[in-house]
């Protein structure tokens, strides 16, 4: 039985917030949904269920982003790249089921606190890989791949459209396999997918809003908010 009462509690009211603000980010930087909701929706619901209402979302935020971005991006580095999710986006999510949900917090807020550290190294093939795999793995895992997807493209030297671009793209195929898994897993009961679907639209006018901004934005101000909300993110999951 699916308790309707829950939407009339404080939390969902916590939840609406936690989502609008998700939206927000995720339209402006690319990435910032699964960052904020994911972690932060731990805090009333379990990691897989957090896991599978951040991912759907963030999912339909790459869909409402991609036709930009699929003009945008640099597709010699989003290719390499997505392909290895298929095979680390599954192992990440065996961890998701099987590691204590305590431990898997705290994990999230360091994962997020990493992208404070910029690669400053070569752009390849290779590089490409690691960079994909790093983030099929914690897109599984944690339901946020953004740390990995952030160090590659955010590090080089390219005009911050392309790297928004290149980030949709990467971020997009990941969400749509670790949704995918998370339902085969059974972490998308019922009352996540009706919960998912009563925070649409708390998530999609914000998202429209965030990219209506990005496109007057200058690209220093879209790598600072970048950096900001991925620190400030992750010190507050580890604290809290």
Known sequence: MIDWTEYARPEFGYAVLVTAIGGFLNGFTGFGSSLVMIPLLTFIYGPAEAVAVGIGLAALGYVM????????AHWPDVIPAGLMGFIFVPIGLILLFITDPYITRRLMG??????????????????????G?????????????AAGATIYFLSGTIRAAVQ????????????????????????ADMGALILGVVLILPFALPTWAGAWLFRR?????????????????GLAVIVL
Do not use: K
Request: hydrophobic share 55%; aromatic share 10%; glycine share 14%.
């Open 133 to 145: 795999s790093f983030t099929g793995f914690t897109t599984g895992f944690f339901g946020m791949g």
């Open 164 to 187: 928004r671009a290149n980030i949709v793209i990467l971020l997009g195929v990941m969400a749509a396999l670790a949704m995918i898994g998370v339902a085969l897993g059974g972490g």
């Open 217 to 233: 934005a200058s690209n220093e101000l879209y790598r600072q908010v970048c950096l900001w909300l991925l620190i400030i993110m």
């Open 110 to 131: 360091a994962l997020v606190i990493i992208r404070g550290w910029n690669y400053n190294g070569p752009r390849n093939t290779l590089t490409s890989v690691v960079a």
């Open 65 to 72: 982003l991609f036709p930009d971005a699929a003009r945008g």
